[in-house]
């Protein structure tokens, strides 16, 4: 009997799909096509097993869909631009281009032995110059139909990388990589008009039915959309009025101060005569303004000794203060504070001794505003503002409605509906990305590139000894002639955010060899991706900016209008997950220890390792465990098994050593199991034959159902159970065989590999990636007899095996003849009989 090596099978099959060219896929009208895309990698120069997992959900889907005839697009790519490579760059002297295909080609090794279905002849890297090539074209049409625009704007900027940072780049107010503070410097820069989809971009949310809705809450959320008001505070001393925005006017009484932005005008211009406000300025520009930081930051004011009239009250006058908390570049920099009803506000009152008034109680019935701010009983009759008649919740979006309708009744104000989200910063001060293709003319002014000048290279001959932007201080790329007046002029020297090459690639796939950013006629057919899988922390940035690219390139022509929501299904797996090993040293300080370091819990030489269990992996606590040493030990189709079987695919599932062991153990036992039945050739037997047939056809039925759900896990306990049946039937040979082939057929898209050998020694026909999916016979789905619980007054007491066709009135019968009901009976009648077809029988004595 033929053992189970997984090597010499993995390589057998993987250069037999090559041979045939089994995933290439091209344009066809005969089948219905397919396109899953798993969120493509950052070339690292090692995969884990987060790769692993993410992939083999990818390669189920896209297999299964091969054997029920359609037409798949599988591809892989890499997102290979970013920081990292400049910053290994400048740790090693090296080249980012170098490290980066260096990385790819490693990562790519270490991928093909778990026998994805992948199509490589369409792989392509977003460092290529034909892929950044095509992206500077789409660059200069979007220009073309104002959908990218030039503007000063307030940065991050790390004056030791001496680059832009994004607001997830600052921790704790210093540069993420070279820990200096980071400063707010105003800077010319590249901005997407993605804020004028604001409302496009959330209205299609509701169609997106197929995406989880977390995923679909997150992208409402960060939009933002909000309905309030911009009211007009006059200065006292004549000076041009303060508009404000603000979502609760309902709370306008209880207004006791003005905050505005360190970055409003009036803040810039005082602070010009006042060196305790510019002083104050300079410090707010060091702060994290991620929402997260802002929201735990000390708040802090500088008062200006400017006031303005209340807008309702004209008799009082509120005193306008510069706070760190209020940002610029939300509603108008300017925002009226009441510390009633708002924390943030409070925290700022009580800090300054401004006054803290309530807004929603009948004047001198106020109650009092201690150490947290007050939410009004929703209940609660604001008598006192005659709008307010009637309307019950006082705190409701009504109520703040009917607010403003009251002040724009009033010439108090505009109301404006806002939406959070902001253009999208595209410049990046750095060397290894897309670079922007415009040109400095002092005739002309900012000049597009002509597309026949594309892809406006990188150069190779640069270096990392001196901080900045190597592109600056290369004069021979730098400098160049105006495309359209022909006087020397300069280069762009910002490149584009990595986002930007991620949110175009799907369509790229679909022709990646185009000489135009798409092949309208190759997008027309592959678009949209089907399925679409990946990370939940993409949920926001990526997809969002997806979906904004889709609409701006159906806009230029390059996609069609069915493709403006490119993903039509999306699933967020979780993550892989190991044990934490770790001992202390003699300051106490953790030292973790790598996973074959561990034996029963502890070390080589006795020691005993605390354990932190089910830890997210991670290199620098070493709770690691490389696929390659994985798929060298078990194979590929157990690491694959593995991943998929021990919980629900968007949940984390936690890698251990017993786990694969018990893997790999059941594909031997299954290979075992079918030598066996090929080697076979028992006579048939009916009475045997048919209780293994009928299992069959109920495990196609489950385990279809499990993978067209993403119920990975639930198909593969299916799989457990029907191999256990098969092992255990008594039936004939030729039923056998047939429930073993068919045993091969649904495991193919988990163990790939080890089907097809499967399917060879059973005497299939061709390759199993060939064969079309079985097909569950509906009537063998229904059992001729069925085992029904008896309940006695509640307790499961007895049960009665009758066909499943049984009359209610012949079960009630059968029922109450059972040893079990008339001993509870007792010689008397029943109070109740309850019989639910094809589940229970409850006797009520």
């Not at 798993?38 to 299964?64: C, K, L, Q, W």
């Not at 992206?135 to 030791?160: H, I, M, S, T």
């Not at 200096?180 to 409302?199: P, Y």
């Not at 039509?568 to 790598?594: K, S």
Request: proline residues 6%.
């Amino acid at each position: 009997m033929q053992r189970y090596t997984a090597a010499e099978i993995e390589a057998k099959w993987q250069e037999a799909w090559d041979k045939a060219g089994v995933f290439k896929a091209e344009r066809t009208g005969d089948k219905p096509k397919y396109y899953v895309l798993e969120m493509f990698p950052y070339p690292s120069g090692r995969i884990h097993m987060g790769h692993v997992r993410n992939y083999t959900m990818g390669d189920v889907i896209a297999r299964h869909k091969l054997a029920t005839g359609h037409n798949v697009l599988h591809p892989m790519g890499w997102d290979a631009f970013g920081m990292p490579a400049e910053n290994a760059a400048m740790a090693s002297g090296g080249h980012p281009k170098t490290w980066t295909y260096d990385n790819i080609a490693d990562m790519r090794a270490q991928m093909t032995p778990l026998g994805l279905s992948i199509d490589w002849s369409r792989e392509f890297a977003t460092c290529d110059p034909e892929y950044y090539g095509q992206q500077q074209a789409l660059f200069l049409d979007f220009l073309d139909k104002g959908l990218v625009y030039r503007k000063n704007a307030v940065v991050n900027w790390d004056p030791v990388d001496m680059t832009v940072l994004a607001n997830e780049q600052v921790i704790d107010g210093k540069g993420w990589r070279s820990g200096a503070d980071v400063e707010k410097r105003e800077l010319t820069q590249w901005f997407f008009k993605i804020s004028d989809f604001s409302e496009e971009l959330l209205e299609a949310l509701d169609t997106l039915d197929n995406w989880p809705a977390k995923v679909r809450l997150m992208q409402e959320n960060w939009i933002g959309k909000s309905r309030g008001i911009e009211i007009p505070f006059q200065r006292t001393d004549g000076g041009e009025a303060i508009v404000c925005y603000s979502t609760r006017p309902d709370t306008m009484r209880g207004a006791s101060f003005i905050a505005i932005s360190p970055e409003h005008p009036v803040s810039r211009a005082l602070a010009e005569d006042n060196a305790e406000l510019a002083a104050f300025i300079a410090e707010t520009r060091k702060m994290d303004t991620t929402e997260a930081a802002m929201e735990k930051a000390e708040k802090k004011g500088i008062d200006t000794g400017i006031t303005v009239q209340h807008p309702v009250y004209p008799d009082k006058t509120l005193p306008v203060w510069v706070g760190n908390f209020v940002l610029m570049d939300y509603g108008t920099g300017a925002v009226f504070g009441c510390p009633a009803h708002d924390q943030r506000d409070l925290d700022f009152a009580r800090k300054y001794g401004l006054e803290v008034r309530n807004a929603f109680y009948m004047p001198g019935q106020e109650v009092e505003v201690e150490n947290e701010a007050l939410v009004p009983a929703k209940s609660e009759p604001v008598v006192f503002i005659d709008h307010f008649t009637g309307i019950k919740d006082v705190t409701s979006q009504d109520a703040i409605d009917t607010t403003i309708d009251w002040f724009e009744a009033q010439g108090l104000g505009t109301g404006q509906v806002k939406y959070r989200l902001r253009d999208w910063g595209l410049s990046r001060q750095r060397y290894w990305g897309c670079p922007i293709p415009v040109v400095h003319c002092e005739t002309c002014g900012v000049v597009p590139e002509k597309k026949e000048n594309l892809p406006v290279q990188l150069p190779d001959d640069v270096t990392f000894d001196v901080p900045g932007n190597p592109l600056d201080r290369h004069p021979t790329w730098r400098d160049c002639a105006c495309p359209s007046c022909g006087a020397p002029a300069q280069r762009e020297t910002d490149t584009m955010d990595t986002f930007v090459d991620s949110s175009w690639y799907f369509a790229r796939f679909t022709a990646p060899r185009a000489k135009t950013p798409t092949d309208l006629a190759e997008a027309g057919y592959w678009m949209n991706v089907d399925q679409y899988i990946g990370g939940i922390e993409h949920a926001i940035l990526h997809l969002l900016y997806s979906r904004f690219f889709a609409r701006a390139m159906h806009i230029c022509g390059h996609l069609p209008e069915s493709a403006k929501e490119p993903f039509d299904a999306l699933f967020t797996q979780g993550m892989v997950t190991h044990e934490i090993y770790q001992t202390r040293d003699a300051n106490g300080r953790p030292v973790y220890h790598l996973p074959e370091e561990v034996t029963d819990g502890k070390l080589a030489d006795g020691t005993e390792v605390e354990i932190i269990p089910s830890a997210k992996m991670s290199k620098s606590k070493k709770n690691v465990v490389d696929p390659v040493s994985i798929i060298s030990a078990y194979g590929a189709d157990t690491a694959r098994w593995f991943v998929l079987s021990d919980s629900p695919p968007e949940r984390d599932v936690e890698w251990t050593a017993a786990g694969a062991e018990a893997a790999y153990k059941h594909l031997s036992r299954v290979h075992r199991l079918c030598s066996e039945i090929a080697a076979s050739s028992e006579a048939a037997l009916p009475e045997a034959d048919e209780p293994l047939l009928r299992e069959m056809h109920k495990c196609i039925h489950d385990v279809t159902g499990g993978v067209e759900s993403f119920g990975f896990n639930a198909a593969i306990a299916k799989l457990y159970a029907f191999t256990n049946t098969l092992a255990k039937s008594k039936a004939g040979a030729g039923a056998k065989r047939e429930a073993a082939k068919t045993l091969a057929q649904l495991m193919s898209p988990m163990t790939p590999h080890l089907s097809e050998e499967l399917w060879q020694m059973l005497g299939g026909e061709g390759l199993i990636i060939h064969a079309p999916w079985p097909v569950a016979d509906e009537a063998m789905l229904k059992d001729d007899a069925i085992t029904l619980p008896i309940q006695i007054n509640g307790k499961r007491r007895a049960e009665i095996s009758v066909p499943a066709d049984m009359a209610k009135e012949e079960v009630e019968k059968l029922a109450l003849s059972h040893n079990a009901v008339l001993k509870a009976l007792d010689g008397a009648q029943p109070k109740k009989v309850i019989v639910v077809p094809g589940r229970i029988v409850n006797v009520v004595v």
